[in-house]
């Protein structure tokens, strides 16, 4: 039985690719940072605050896993500004942490680890040319994508020095689960409650910004896939296809039944991020030629699928 360890197995994306592993026969442990968290059922849990405590080492050491899947971090860009010191420790130093202790497992010979790491479009900043791919300059405009785009570069100098270490450069990925810290989720929580008269108005920030969005569990799957892969690499991973905030604003208002989307939105300059890339929008030619793999639910599905979620939520 193939034993697999996931960081942030409590998160998005930990869920779904819990479930995948699970439903694949593996034996599935997690990270969490305390006992509120709700970890999926099946998967053994290892209480370990990241962002205080150094013991990840000992952790790896004592489950020896087959794949490590990198997914814990402070997650959300604005709040990234908040804490930049937090955002350096959990999505950068950990990483080092973690690599540095498969690297002496992998040296004394007691294990060779695949290790996986959730990379984000984030370390591209604001590019200049479109579609991003694993080739395009690294070159972060905020703290999370400054932190990420040390991982990626600590990925890449642990996989020459033999390690079996992949960074998976995620876009951004989208579910019912996604918290409401995410605009989507943000947008259709709000557009269902606005269909059914329990809220007036919604406050967002960038309307112009484009995202490439993809289905979270394709992106699960991904990282899976990159794992299973006998030559660890950097994959780019997004659909190719990018709309603006506004386009997913009037889709899930005419989903959720709202007619007069104009009219319930205002902009909060509050809201508003520096650095804020204009346009993301990924080139995964290189996944789907080496992994096989391709998206499997387009924007429109994306957005039926959270709008009917958060709908059946309130009913
Ligand atoms: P991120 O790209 O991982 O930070 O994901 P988000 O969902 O937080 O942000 C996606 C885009 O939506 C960014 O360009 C934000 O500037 C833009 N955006 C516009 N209004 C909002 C808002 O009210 N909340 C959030 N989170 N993002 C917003």
């Not at 996931?6 to 026969?25: F, H, K």
């Not at 130093?93 to 060779?112: N, S, W, Y």
């Not at 600590?154 to 605009?183: D, K, Q």
């Amino acid at each position: 039985m193939k034993r697999a360890l996931i960081t942030g197995v409590t998160g998005q994306d930990g869920s779904y690719l819990a479930e995948l592993l699970l439903a694949r026969g593996y034996e599935v442990h997690g990270v969490t940072r305390d006992a509120d968290e709700v970890v999926t059922e099946g998967v053994t849990a290892h209480e370990l605050d990241l962002a205080t405590d150094s013991s990840i080492a000992e952790l790896i050491a004592s489950v020896e896993p087959n794949e490590i899947y990198n997914l814990a971090a402070l997650s959300s860009v604005y709040q990234s500004w908040q804490n930049p010191t937090l955002t350096a420790r959990l999505n950068g130093a950990v990483v080092a942490e973690m690599l540095a202790a498969v690297k002496l497992l992998h040296d004394r010979g007691d294990v060779d680890i695949r290790f996986v790491q959730a990379s984000s479009a984030e370390i591209f900043g604001a590019p200049t040319v479109a579609p991003q791919n694993e080739e395009t300059v690294v070159r972060p405009t905020s703290p999370y994508g400054a932190a990420k785009a040390y991982a990626h570069g600590l990925v890449g100098a642990y996989r020459t020095a033999g390690v079996a270490a992949s960074s998976v450069i995620l876009y951004n990925h989208e579910s019912p689960r996604r918290p409401e810290t995410f605009v989507t989720r943000k947008i259709t929580a709000a557009a269902a409650r606005i269909s059914k008269g329990l809220q007036e108005t919604l406050e967002l920030g960038n309307l112009d910004a484009q995202r490439d969005w993809g289905w979270a569990p394709d992106y699960a799957n991904a990282l899976f896939l990159a794992a299973q892969h006998s030559e660890a690499d950097d994959f780019v991973v997004a659909t190719g296809v990018s709309h603006s905030v506004r386009d997913f604003v009037e889709a899930a208002f005419v989903r959720a039944g709202v007619a007069d989307w104009r009219e319930r939105v205002q902009v909060a300059d509050s809201l508003l991020r520096s650095g804020d890339a204009p346009v993301q929008m990924g080139d995964a030619s290189k996944a789907r030629r080496v992994l096989g793999w391709s998206p499997t639910v387009d924007f429109d599905e994306i957005v039926a699928a959270m709008v009917d979620h958060d709908l059946a939520l309130l009913s």
